[in-house]
């Protein structure tokens, strides 16, 4: 990361978008270090800032020492989804000004304008959020799967296979029965507390999900903390590691059930699904019919809650709120049935 924000590889970088630049001065700002690590900084450049380019901006990397595929893919389909279809989605999401392949590391670099001193704001599962925002969100998902809806020609693209199966590799009952019998899954309801019975349901899920048709792009992680309100306030997509090719609801019943308390998401899940139906009828999609889409609603809250129930290393009570409301959403539906195991 101190050789990304220095003004020689921020130079060569930023010069093929804006021919001639030389930056003079970086400026680190703060950095925030999970799997990823994102650092803020200001540039400078000698007779002065390019049109079009703000001299804030972030940077992106998996630079993290634990050696994994996994980071590795996860870098390299974020840039692919910057470099090839960021621009031509519609989707409100971070402005790319760099997005690139390391080619001593072979990982994934983005750098992006820095959507806080625009005004912006990110967001995790301890923010308010609402049911209208739920919706305005929604319509951003509504568009991205409809950019390519079953696209013949992504069909292969191996930037975009399906990451399920993935799950399952590293992760699964230990770590899913370390967070329920803990105080961060106190608030996973009983009758969906079973590690082994979510991991077979997930397994099944993976299974069917690759062959599902039609597929479209998908972001693969919605959850609240995969979101930001821009300058204006308007919900907006980020952290785009797991895009791949999958089904619409994967992304849907996910993010409702995420984004909303329990009591808010029991009100009005429903006309939200509706809501996103009816955005996708609008871009020229043939939206699947009610009875198809409540049983996508369902598996898509069977994948959100498996990847809540894996997860480690993230603020407890993020985890421990996450668990609660889509394994609440998971007992509500009886979703892990949704799936054939």
Known sequence: MTELMSPEWLSSALEPRFPGIQVSKVTPGPVVSRMSTNARFRIECEGGLPSGLSPDLCGKGY???????????????????????????????????????????????????????????????????????????????????????????????????????????????????????????????????????????????????????PWSVIHGDAHVGNLYLDGDRRPSLADWQLVQRGPWYLDVGYHIASTLTVEDRRRTEKDLLRHYLDRLRAAGVEAPSWDEAWLGFRRGVVHGFYLWSITLKVAPEITSTLQHRLGTAAADHEAFNSVSP
């Open 63 to 213: 630079f993290m020492d634990i050696g994994t595929w996994e980071a590795r893919n996860a870098g390299v389909s974020e840039v692919a989804f910057y470099r090839h279809m960021a621009g031509t989605s519609g989707v409100r999401t971070l402005r790319s000004v760099y997005a690139d392949i390391d080619p001593e590391t072979q990982h994934g670099v983005v750098i992006t304008e820095d959507a806080v001193t625009q005004g912006g704001t990110f967001l995790d599962a301890t923010s308010d959020y609402t049911p209208e925002q739920t919706s305005q969100s929604l319509e951003q998902y509504a568009k991205l799967h409809a950019a390519r809806w079953g696209d013949s020609s992504l069909g292969e693209a191996e930037w975009l296979s399906p990451r399920l199966e993935g799950h399952l590799v590293h992760r699964g009952v230990k770590e899913i029965r370390a967070n329920f019998e803990s105080e961060i899954g106190a608030g996973v309801p009983d009758e969906v507390r079973d590690p082994d019975a979510l991991v077979a349901a997930y397994r099944a899920l993976a299974e069917e999900t690759l062959s599902e048709s």
